[in-house]
């Protein structure tokens, strides 16, 4: 019978994923904020550990539609041996009765 060789990806540190939802009675506001699955991982392929995090929230107040906001970050490294290269992004929606408004910060 065929060998299955050793995994080609290994994750060094595993970031598990969890969701939070809060209520305030008193404002009505809801806030749910989740972070994804993810964590470093080393390609022995190729050698490249990329490694990654992420955050959302999306915030709306009881009765009020234009009180949505949604904001999300996130950073994405790549390495290989002495290089490396790292990507971190925010970025930040809401809306008025006419349009959306998108912000985001890129570093």
Do not use: K
């Not at 994405?76 to 002495?82: D, I, K, P, Q, V």
């Amino acid at each position: 019978p065929p060998r299955e060789g050793p995994p080609h990806s290994v994750w060094l540190t595993p970031i598990p994923g969890e969701r939070r939802v809060e209520y305030d009675a008193e404002t009505g506001e809801q806030v749910i904020t989740t972070t994804p699955a993810d964590g470093v991982m080393t390609d022995h392929a190729d050698g490249l550990t990329r490694g990654g995090e992420a955050l959302d929230r999306f915030r709306l107040v009881e009765g009020d539609p234009l009180s949505a906001t949604v904001e999300s970050e996130r950073e994405e490294t790549l390495s290989r041996g002495e290089w490396a290269v790292r990507v971190h992004t925010r970025s930040r929606m809401t809306a008025d009765a006419h349009e959306f408004c998108v912000v985001n910060h890129l570093a």
